[in-house]
């Protein structure tokens, strides 16, 4: 990340609204309080380019979750018409992993298993916790089939189980909402995908920083792009 190489640690303010319930816009207002002349559409810009950056890179350091998984999904608007965020979490509420989907059936849910199954942090499902949504019977069922599932993996409809899911959607919602949504599918997918790895920062899932180390979490994301913190 040439662009930030090498300044120091204030043009890290443009990761600001993955961590913190502001619009563009007051964020602005902020940095110009303090005297630093910032357009708001260039904070748009700078969090478009590096919070896929900041997801590739801080997924090495992920510590790995348990075996008894919670999946949901939440609503996101998007031009418009509301769309679908698929997120996993463990027992403790670690995030596994997420995906944003123009639909909510079978093929959508296994894509989402499937897309999680495949990261390293995340252990061998003993049991997954769904909703009453029905898309998951057949997502397990074909899951199994393609041996991608232990058949000994059960799933568990119990809405009162997924209720750590269901909680944790509020800290990305929250982090939308000052947006007003968003105007196209990867504009979303960009920001949403920093919302996540801030938020999992956050949680203490990176290896060798525990929760609450602020300090730390903040010098872990510097040192991803070679700033000084």
Aim: hydrophobic letters at 35%.
């Amino acid at each position: 990340m040439a662009a930030l190489r090498g300044r120091n640690h204030s043009d890290l303010c443009a990761l600001v609204p993955l961590l913190y319930s502001l619009s563009y816009r007051d964020l602005a207002e902020i940095l110009s309080e303090r005297g630093l002349s910032v357009v708001h559409t260039t904070i748009f810009r700078w969090v478009q380019r590096y919070s896929p950056e900041i997801d590739k890179r801080s997924r090495p350091h992920l510590k790995s979750t348990n075996d008894s998984w919670r999946v949901d999904e939440t609503y996101v608007k998007i031009s418009g018409k509301w769309m679908y965020l698929y997120r996993a979490v463990d027992s403790t509420g670690q995030t596994l992993d997420f995906l944003l989907n123009q639909t909510r059936n079978t093929r959508a849910a296994k894509r989402f298993l499937r897309k999680a199954l495949g990261r390293p942090i995340a252990s061998v499902p003993r049991v997954i916790n769904v909703d009453k949504n029905p898309t998951y019977i057949g997502a397990v069922r074909d899951l199994k089939q393609e041996q991608l599932l232990s058949e000994q993996c059960k799933r568990r409809a119990s809405r009162s189980m997924n209720n750590i899911v269901e909680q944790d959607h509020r800290f990305v919602k929250c982090k939308i909402s000052p947006g007003l949504g968003f105007g196209s599918y990867p504009t979303a997918w960009r920001t949403i995908q920093g919302y996540e790895m801030m938020n999992m920062s956050k949680k203490g899932q990176i290896d060798g920083i525990e929760k609450g180390n602020v300090q730390g979490q903040n010098q872990f994301i510097a040192g991803l792009f070679g700033v000084a913190a």
